[in-house]
């Protein structure tokens, strides 16, 4: 058996004694109801845990084999996708021009395929972007330290370009004409992919899962910026949410 380790203390004299006695050989007073079972463990007999103390080992064990947290320790994608369209904003209200000029897609378009990587950086009121970038701060960096920063970066520009053209597909069967801008496919997309990564996290670890009442919040905070902003599109934000879920479910079963 291996060496005892005193980490049990009477409350009647207060001295720490051995886990596999009943009752203090101190005092005399009953330490526990009854006797620990044994179980082997490393070549040697020691008491059996708990449910508790059996998650936190095992836990504390998968920690120790996967190292320490992958991931940047810097948010350079969290940076690049709040610091580039707050530069684009500034520089299109300074200098007066329309949000056209500035890569916002126009419904319809003529073979500028590029808008739509350009679009989802493209506002057109910073209240829009302010709201875009909390979801980018609260979400993005969590998702940093499991994927990396460049899978990352790439992972949250498909969600705005794929969620930018699912709109425009949308809008051109409707023939309106109409502008699509801002990132609301990346916040939703960013939400999406961070719920699931770490869900899967919590199952693996027995852990608690994330809060799905707040994350249910910013969702729906997101989806009601078409009421209030003309550029955004409810579209264009249920498909980069799409997306950012289904890359975030890849993540998670490429890692198992």
């Known amino acids: 058996m291996s060496e005892t380790e005193l980490r049990v203390v009477c409350k009647s004299c207060g001295a720490e004694v051995s886990p596999y006695v009943t009752e203090c050989p101190y005092c005399g007073a ?7 079972k044994l179980e082997q463990r490393d070549g040697s007999l020691e008491a059996k845990m708990n449910r508790r103390e059996k998650r936190r080992e095992r836990k504390a064990r ?15 994608a969290t940076a690049i996708l709040v610091l580039v369209p707050a530069v684009l904003l500034l520089v ?19 073979s500028e ?16 972007l302010f709201v875009v970038s909390l979801a980018v701060v609260i979400f993005v960096p969590g998702i940093e330290r499991r994927l990396g920063s460049i899978p990352t970066l790439i992972m949250l520009v498909a969600c705005g370009s794929l969620g930018v053209f699912a709109a425009y597909g949308v809008e051109e069967q409707r023939a309106v004409l109409e502008v699509i801008s801002g990132g609301n496919g990346i916040a939703l997309g960013a939400i999406a992919a961070w719920y699931v990564i770490e869900r899967s996290n919590a199952t693996d670890f027995e852990d608690e899962k994330p809060d799905a009442l707040g994350v249910l919040v910013c969702v729906v905070v997101i989806m009601l910026l078409p009421l209030v902003v003309e550029t955004a599109n409810v579209w264009s934000a249920l498909a980069g949410g ?3 879920g289904m890359a975030g479910l890849a993540a998670t079963l490429v890692r198992k």
């Open 62 to 76: 998968r920690s120790r084999e996967r190292g320490p947290k992958s991931g940047p320790a810097r948010p350079l």
């Open 113 to 128: 395929w590029w808008r739509f990587l350009t679009a989802p950086f493209a506002y057109l009121s910073v209240g829009y």
């Open 30 to 36: 009953r330490v526990r109801k009854r006797a620990p």
């Open 242 to 244: 799409a997306v950012g």
């Open 92 to 110: 299109r209200i300074a200098g007066g021009g329309d949000l056209g000029g500035f890569g916002g897609l126009l419904v319809p378009f003529d």
